[in-house]
Every structure is written in C-alpha cells, then in structure tokens.
C-alpha cells in the first residue's frame, strides 16, 4: 500500500485530505489511528474510533466518532489546538490555521483582547479555550469568550466537549474529502 501523503512514524504528521471513505474503513490501525489523531490528538478516542471500522457511511463515522468523544478525552485533545488569535506551531496546526482564518484579517486591538481574554479565561478553567473557529471572526470569537466565562466549570467543560465535537465533525468530513455532501450522510 502506498503511503499516505503526510501520514508517518512522525510526531505531527500533516493530516491527508480527500481520502475518501473506503480508504479510511482499509487503513491498518495503526496508521487509521495516526489520521485519526490529525483530528483529534486524544489518544484513547483515536483508538475507538479506529477500531469500529469499517463505517458504512460518513454518518456513521460521525455518529461513532460523537459518541466516542468522552469527559476525559478534553485534556488530551486540547494539547493538539492553538490559542484563539495566535497562529498554531508545526504541521499539526495545519487544519487550526484554516478553521481560524477569520482571525488573522483582526484588528490588533481585537487581538490583544482575545489575548487579554485567553489568559482570564485559562486562569479561570485551566485550560486553553477551545471554540469552533471554521468561518467565524475575530470579534465574534471574543464575544463568545466573554460570554463562556460567565460559565462555571461544570458547564464549560460540557460547552469544550461540544466545541471538540464540533471540530472533530469537520476535520473528519475534510478527511474524507467530497464526501462530506448531505447524500453522502445519509
């Protein structure tokens, strides 16, 4: 088989794009589970979500791969995401560069905030905040951090999970490339 471009031994392989379902449900799982972990660097959900292949569907990769998604799997996928507002490191940031495209256009001003808010906000939940970024702007972004640390713990790491979920979704529909059309889930 024919190695997958970007997808190696290395620490932070560059995720593919545009397999296709029927390539993902063929990998080994071992390298399933390291295109897996370009989605999300959770170990635990990578190895899950390998081993129920094969998938008839993107909708049931997607439903496998949400249910799979668990409290103690936020920790170790949050280490795979970059800050909101300051570009990712090395090739695991390829697909965080894209989603926070919205970002970058951002007036410095705006970015010192969401720089401002990112360090409240960690003091606050201990952790980096995790917002689906894939289309939205800086300003927007900052709104909903301001709005996420009037949560309590409790309710921000349920709000984190739903966030991770949300990105998982759309980096695993990148993955399989045109597939990701509404027929397609069905």
């Keep these: 088989m024919e190695p997958l471009k970007g997808v190696n031994a290395g620490a932070q392989p560059t995720p593919p794009e545009a397999m296709g379902l029927a390539a993902f449900n063929a990998l080994p799982g071992a ?26 569907s993107l909708r049931a990769l997607l439903a496998a791969a949400g249910a799979a998604l668990r409290d103690e799997d936020v920790s170790d ?36 905030e969401l720089a401002e808010g990112n360090r409240v906000y960690e003091a606050r939940f201990g952790h980096i905040y995790l917002v689906c970024a894939a289309g939205r702007g800086a300003a927007e ?16 790491r ?23 059309s509404h027929d397609a889930r069905a």
């Design 141 to 156: 972004l900052l709104q909903v951090l301001r709005e996420r640390l009037r949560n309590d713990p409790l309710t921000e």
């Design 77 to 112: 996928a949050l280490t795979g995401h970059p800050r909101i507002g300051q570009p990712p490191p090395g090739a695991h940031g390829t697909w965080s560069r894209s989603e926070q495209a919205g970002v970058t256009r951002a007036a410095g001003d705006v970015l010192a």
């Design 31 to 56: 390298r399933a589970r390291a295109v897996l972990l370009t989605c999300c660097r959770s170990g635990r959900w990578a190895g899950e979500v390998s081993a129920g292949r094969p998938y008839p």
């Design 158 to 180: 349920r709000v984190v999970r739903d966030e991770l979920r949300k990105i998982n979704e759309l980096r695993l529909e990148r993955l399989l490339g045109n597939e990701h």
